[in-house]
């Protein structure tokens, strides 16, 4: 195999020295940006591709753990994609230390390995955020039930942060609380409020820290409205709908007894009041000024009786006051 190797891929070689400048050795670099992305304890290990002119980069992954000095293969030898997961026995390895190293291959060409930080699962994984399956309002809380973003072991202590707050156009400071059931209440709140809240878990670890994992989107619930209070607002808006329905009936009532009074306010008289009758037949009889002015209506029927005294002209001035006075509104 070793013997054969370099006779195969002497023209990719040879392409490669002609491709780059003549006089630098073969080489290839070697990955970088070696990272562990793991996340709810599920882990992969990844690395920026090696460019190439041509031909296909392959890679390959290895482990050991803290304690063996020899170096395993994870599953991922001589592979196209620049990232390899980890295999089932090392994703439950939750506590122990791993070591990781990748490096690319181009023919017989090997880059040098490439490290990447010690991995500990149980400290450097990510974890989500729990999952809120259902919340129901009671007046006085919120009952929550949740579960945990990935499957505990048995032994596993998860405790369930909660923060909680009234959502208000102020700012109202957050609540915590600890809970270590999947359901739980959180109590004391007022009815009837919009509160938000937020879950995250955190899971006892071996060196007795916790390791927190990422908040819950914010839910906001409205809490319900107790019966008593209910009761407390139903009365008083009875009572108001009762007063309301008493006064409506009382004004119907009131138009309904006035019903020709209000005829005649609406419509004015369309008949010419008695004096200007007159006043029309006899243009001359009255001063024009007095008339045309807005003046009250007694004044002008005292005007027009005696007018023609001043005047020196005899037009009946007695009819003309009692029309005047019969013309008058009414009561
Ligand atoms: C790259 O590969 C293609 C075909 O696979 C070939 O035609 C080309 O000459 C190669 N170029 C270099 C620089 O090796
Ligand atoms: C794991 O966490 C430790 C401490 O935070 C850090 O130094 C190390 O680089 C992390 N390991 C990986 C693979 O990210
Ligand atoms: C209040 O609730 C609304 C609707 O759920 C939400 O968009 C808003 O961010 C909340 N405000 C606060 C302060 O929590």
Same mark, same amino acid.
């Given at each position: 195999?070793?013997?054969?190797?370099?006779?195969?891929?002497?023209?990719?070689?040879?392409?490669?020295?002609?491709?780059?400048?003549?006089?630098?050795?073969?080489?290839?670099?070697?990955?970088?940006?070696?990272?562990?992305?793991?996340?709810?304890?599920?882990?992969?290990?990844?690395?920026?591709?090696?460019?190439?002119?041509?031909?296909?980069?392959?890679?390959?992954?290895?482990?050991?753990?803290?304690?063996?000095?020899?170096?395993?293969?994870?599953?991922?030898?001589?592979?196209?994609?620049?990232?390899?997961?980890?295999?089932?026995?090392?994703?439950?390895?939750?506590?122990?230390?791993?070591?990781?190293?990748?490096?690319?291959?181009?023919?017989?060409?090997?880059?040098?390995?490439?490290?990447?930080?010690?991995?500990?699962?149980?400290?450097?994984?990510?974890?989500?955020?729990?999952?809120?399956?259902?919340?129901?309002?009671?007046?006085?809380?919120?009952?929550?039930?949740?579960?945990?973003?990935?499957?505990?072991?048995?032994?596993?202590?998860?405790?369930?942060?909660?923060?909680?707050?009234?959502?208000?156009?102020?700012?109202?400071?957050?609540?915590?609380?600890?809970?270590?059931?999947?359901?739980?209440?959180?109590?004391?709140?007022?009815?009837?409020?919009?509160?938000?809240?937020?879950?995250?878990?955190? !899971? =006892?670890?071996?060196?007795?820290?916790? $390791? +927190?994992?990422?908040? /819950?989107?914010? @839910?906001?619930?409205?809490? *319900? %409205?107790?019966?008593?209070?209910?009761?407390?607002?139903?009365?008083?808006?009875?009572?108001?709908?009762?007063?309301?329905?008493?006064?409506?009936?009382?004004?119907?009532?009131?138009?309904?007894?006035?019903?020709?009074?209000?005829?005649?306010?609406?419509?004015?008289?369309?008949?010419?009041?008695?004096?200007?009758?007159?006043? !029309? =037949?006899?243009?001359?009889?009255?001063? $024009? +000024?007095?008339?045309? /002015?807005?003046? @009250?209506?007694?004044?002008? *029927? %005292?005007?027009?009786?005696?007018?023609?005294?001043?005047?020196?002209?005899?037009?009946?001035?007695?009819?003309?006051?009692?029309?005047?006075?019969?013309?008058?509104?009414?009561?």
């Amino acid at each position: 195999m070793r013997g054969r190797a370099p006779l195969r891929s002497l023209p990719l070689l040879l392409l490669l020295l002609l491709g780059s400048a003549a006089e630098t050795p073969p080489y290839l670099p070697a990955p970088k940006n070696v990272e562990v992305y793991s996340y709810n304890f599920q882990s992969l290990l990844r690395w920026s591709p090696v460019p190439v002119e041509n031909g296909t980069v392959l890679y390959t992954a290895q482990y050991r753990t803290g304690s063996w000095s020899a170096w395993d293969e994870m599953g991922c030898t001589r592979t196209p994609q620049p990232q390899c997961w980890f295999p089932p026995e090392l994703q439950r390895r939750r506590r122990w230390t791993i070591l990781l190293r990748v490096r690319a291959e181009l023919g017989t060409l090997a880059s040098a390995w490439a490290h990447c930080p010690a991995f500990v699962a149980e400290r450097n994984t990510t974890l989500g955020p729990p999952r809120v399956n259902s919340v129901s309002a009671s007046p006085g809380s919120l009952l929550i039930s949740v579960s945990p973003p990935f499957a505990p072991e048995p032994g596993d202590i998860l405790q369930y942060l909660v923060s909680y707050w009234e959502n208000s156009t102020s700012a109202t400071e957050k609540q915590k609380l600890s809970e270590s059931k999947t359901l739980f209440q959180i109590g004391n709140l007022k009815e009837s409020t919009l509160y938000c809240f937020r879950v995250q878990v955190q !899971l =006892r670890i071996y060196s007795g820290h916790l $390791l +927190e994992g990422q908040p /819950s989107a914010p @839910e906001c619930h409205r809490t *319900a %409205l107790s019966e008593a209070t209910r009761a407390g607002y139903i009365i008083p808006l009875f009572v108001l709908a009762l007063v309301v329905a008493n006064l409506v009936a009382a004004a119907l009532l009131i138009l309904w007894k006035n019903r020709e009074k209000i005829k005649y306010w609406a419509q004015p008289p369309l008949e010419i009041p008695s004096h200007f009758k007159e006043f !029309l =037949r006899d243009p001359g009889s009255a001063g $024009l +000024e007095e008339l045309c /002015s807005p003046a @009250e209506e007694e004044p002008q *029927a %005292l005007v027009l009786g005696e007018g023609p005294g001043q005047e020196g002209e005899d037009p009946s001035p007695n009819t003309s006051r009692d029309r005047a006075a019969t013309a008058g509104p009414p009561q």
